[in-house]
């Protein structure tokens, strides 16, 4: 089975640049996910997505930050104008159906690494 | 605010061994705890998980310990190994809809 697929794997932009993330989930996997990791902490929940309709959006800072995942398959993570402190790894990952069992596990993608200078 | 914790950052420990991760955490809806393993360049991989109704899950070399009174859980793996040295992410999830809160990690260093 294929797992997370996310690209590109490097980015560095100067800060007020755009940039996108693309990420494509395992095969049948209804719920995606979107998180950021900084540099020694943990990642931190951007936005979920359960087939193409928002879940939880409530820590995106979308004032710069937008998501997208129109068939419900794929997904677009969009940064315009990129800031120094969005520097991080942004991990696409997702989860199979079902409350119990495999259903309770998230698997992750190699995650985008972006550094802004 | 952090809800889940690991307050040590890092551990070192000679192989054959045993390590011994700590996560705390704050809220008492998590339903559900997931031990993360993650190698420099990669994303995390799922290592083993407890339900909130069980004190202890085990796989193989990797056991983890849930005390719900004292909000705290750990992870053990016995014996080390170098292919164990990685950082460790402590997560739990508070809704069916699976959203994970995750520790700021612990880096493990297994020595020969």
């Known amino acids: 089975e294929a797992g997370v697929a996310q690209s590109p794997r490097y980015k560095i932009i100067e800060k007020r640049q755009s940039v996108a993330f693309w990420c494509n989930p395992i095969?049948?996997?209804?719920?995606l996910y979107w998180y950021q990791q900084i540099l020694g902490q943990g990642p931190k929940l951007l936005i979920q997505?359960?087939?193409?309709?928002?879940?939880?959006d409530s820590q995106l800072p979308k004032d710069r930050f937008s998501a997208e995942r129109l068939k419900g398959v794929d997904s677009t993570l969009k940064i315009q104008p990129a800031k120094l402190e969005d520097s991080a790894v942004y991990l696409c990952?997702?989860?199979?159906?079902?409350?119990?069992?495999?259903?309770?596990?998230?698997?992750f993608g190699e995650g985008s690494w972006l550094t802004v200078v | 605010d952090q809800q889940v914790k690991q307050n040590s950052p890092s551990l070192s420990v000679q192989e054959g061994r045993i390590s011994i991760l700590n996560c705390d955490y704050t809220?008492?809806?998590?339903?559900?705890f997931l031990w993360y393993k993650k190698y420099p360049a990669e994303g995390p991989t799922f290592l083993i998980s407890?339900?909130?109704?069980?004190d202890k899950n085990e796989d193989g070399r990797f056991t983890v310990f849930l005390n719900k009174s004292a909000k705290h859980l750990s992870l053990h793996i016995v014996p080390s190994q170098p292919g164990d040295s990685a950082v460790y992410f402590c997560?739990?999830?508070?809704?069916?809809?699976?959203?994970?809160?995750f520790g700021a990690g612990t880096q493990v260093v297994v020595t020969p």
């Open positions: 990952a997702s989860r199979p159906s079902g409350s119990g069992g495999s259903g309770n596990t998230i698997y």
């Open positions: 095969s049948g996997h209804a719920t």
């Open positions: 997505f359960q087939n193409n309709g928002v879940v939880d």
């Open positions: 809220n008492s809806m998590f339903d559900y």
């Open positions: 407890i339900s909130s109704i069980k």
């Open positions: 997560a739990a999830r508070t809704d069916s809809w699976g959203k994970l809160q």
